[in-house]
C-alpha cells in the first residue's frame, strides 16, 4: 500500500509558476513510474507527464516545455514544476504510482490531488 499527499497547488496569476510535489509513503517508490494528472471542471482527467524508474520522462503536449517532472527517490517524492500557466492549466492536480509492463503503464494508487487555479 502506498499513500500519495500532493502540495503545492495555489491560486497564481497567468505567467507564473508553481512547484508542486506528491510525497509518498508505505513504501519506496524508487523502482515505479510516476505521474502526474490532472482533472479540468467539466473534462476528464489526463495525464500530464510521467517519469520511470530510471528517470525517462514523457509529457502531454499542452504541457511541452512548460512543465517539468523530477523525482528525488532518497525523499520518496516526486516534483512538477510548472511555468508559463495558463487559464487553461486550471485544475486538480494528482500524482499516481504506475506498474510498468513493458511499454505500457498501469495507474494505481492516487492521491487527494492539489487545486491549481490561474487567473488571466
Known amino acids: 500500500q502506498v499513500q500519495l499527499a500532493e502540495s503545492g497547488g495555489g491560486l497564481v496569476q497567468a505567467g507564473d509558476s508553481l512547484r508542486l510535489s506528491c510525497a509518498a509513503s508505505?513504501?519506496?517508490?524508487?523502482?515505479?513510474?510516476m505521474g502526474w494528472f490532472r482533472r479540468a471542471p467539466g473534462k476528464d482527467r489526463e495525464i500530464v507527464a510521467h517519469?520511470?524508474?530510471?528517470?525517462?520522462?514523457n509529457y502531454a503536449d499542452s504541457v511541452k516545455g512548460r512543465f517539468t517532472i523530477s523525482r528525488d527517490n532518497a525523499k520518496n517524492t516526486v516534483y512538477l514544476l510548472v511555468n508559463s500557466l495558463k487559464p487553461e492549466d486550471t485544475a486538480v492536480y494528482y500524482c499516481?504510482?504506475?506498474?510498468?509492463?513493458?511499454?505500457?503503464?498501469?495507474?494505481?494508487?492516487w492521491g487527494q490531488g492539489t487545486q491549481v487555479t490561474v487567473s488571466s
Open positions: 508505505g513504501r519506496t517508490i524508487s523502482s515505479f513510474a
Open positions: 517519469i520511470r524508474s530510471g528517470g525517462s520522462t
Open positions: 499516481a504510482v504506475g506498474w510498468v509492463a513493458g511499454p505500457s503503464i498501469t495507474w494505481q494508487y
